[in-house]
């Protein structure tokens, strides 16, 4: 080939390579300005120096868009969501990104007892409370600002729910903050407080497809899970109150795993769950930062760790979508195209005296931080 040709092929290369390279297409604000019982909604956009990017939208506390570097030098967004406020009003069901709470995963029959009193929660997953019932954060339109931290963006929502509100005592007040820092982490950090005891236990509901689409499956995507215990689950998956080991069973995630390299095997677990939807009881100290998991897709690269100070972690495999509901850019939200990874304390805690302690008194703060942080997999 002639130097002049080999010159222009490189050139022409090149220019492909830019251009097939995916880019970020933040959704308007204006799809998310509405108001909702008398209060405005509106989407917040953070991002870094690097280019990744969240879009945040105060119904709901919810991650709406996550765009973050793959390995071909352009960014997937790695997260479901919808494009506009009207589409999220008609799918609250699913919990695509909100903060969930007060008490994110399950409740046994939606009882708890609290210094002698009885509390009776809201029934909304098969006679058990889930994710804090049918009126829980995940649709209540949240107080909004921008609240730099040391130079990152960040924007901090603030909640206060009612005494009463689902069957949970106290007036709580809640504030959960979003940002995004140079080393491209998500970081959201949460606090709490209460007037009256009571329990709480807020995480963050993403789903996940690190390809960057819900038109692929999840089951390709490489987990680890620094767990070597799980509470296991009986029927309407409420724990038995049991810390099982995952060794020699399909839960263990110790090392990197396909998701779906086990997840059809017969196992009690799996049939209760129809897959993955079990709590991992975290390697790590009480209260303390440390690494819960890491995930990645070799077909885009991106990796992404999970860091919390939280005692568990909930895997879950999007088992139970349909493929009813259609999202951003077309994606149909089917069986086991997203993926959760909620840190939180374990499910139904209130009601095992040997799960970490879910109660906030009136002189205390409930605090949590966790971090998402994406890197491209070498
Ligand atoms: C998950 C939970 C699943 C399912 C899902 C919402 O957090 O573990 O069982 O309820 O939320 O569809």
Not at 7 to 16: E, F, G, Q, R
Not at 300 to 313: A, C, E, F, R, Y
Request: hydrophobic share 35%; with cysteine.
């Amino acid at each position: 080939m002639k130097k002049s040709h080999l010159i222009i092929t490189i050139i022409l290369l090149s220019i492909s390579t830019i251009y097939s390279q995916n880019k970020i297409k933040c959704i308007p604000a204006t799809n998310f300005q509405t108001v909702i019982n008398g209060r405005q909604t509106s989407l917040y956009t953070l991002t870094n120096s690097n280019g990744m990017t969240v879009q945040i939208t105060n119904y709901g506390a919810r991650v709406v868009a996550l765009w973050v570097p793959d390995k071909n030098g352009g960014f997937q967004d790695v997260v479901w969501g919808y494009n506009s406020i009207q589409e999220y009003l008609k799918s609250t069901d699913i919990y695509c990104g909100p903060i969930v709470g007060r008490y994110g995963n399950r409740i046994n029959k939606g009882q708890f007892t609290l210094n002698n009193t009885a509390y009776q929660l809201t029934l909304n997953n098969n006679g058990n409370h889930l994710h804090g019932g049918t009126g829980g954060f995940e649709n209540k339109v949240w107080d909004a600002k921008f609240t730099p931290i040391n130079g990152n963006q960040a924007v901090t929502l603030s909640y206060t729910s009612p005494d009463g509100e689902e069957g949970y005592p106290g007036n709580v007040i809640i504030h959960v903050t979003y940002m995004v820092t140079e080393k491209n982490e998500l970081t959201i950090k949460y606090s709490a407080t209460t007037d009256a005891p009571t329990i709480i236990n807020p995480t963050s509901h993403c789903y996940f497809n690190l390809t960057g689409t819900a038109a692929n499956t999840i089951l390709e995507h490489k987990l680890k899970i620094n767990a070597l215990k799980y509470t296991p689950v009986t029927k309407g998956l409420i724990p038995t109150g049991e810390l099982l080991h995952v060794k020699g069973t399909p839960l263990d995630f110790t090392k990197f795993t396909a998701i779906g390299k086990s997840i059809n095997v017969t196992n009690e677990q799996l049939a209760l769950g129809k897959g993955y939807d079990h709590n991992y009881v975290l390697n790590k100290k009480l209260g303390k930062m440390g690494e819960a998991a890491e995930i990645y897709s070799e077909q885009t690269g991106i990796s992404m760790k999970v860091i919390t100070d939280q005692p568990g972690l909930q895997f879950y495999s999007g088992n139970f979508m349909d493929g009813t509901l259609t999202g951003k850019r077309g994606d149909i939200h089917a069986f086991r195209t997203g993926f959760a990874l909620e840190a939180q304390n374990f499910p139904d805690a209130p009601n095992h005296t040997n799960f970490p302690s879910a109660v906030l008194l009136p002189n205390q703060t409930y605090t949590q931080c966790t971090s998402y942080a994406f890197n491209i997999k070498k």
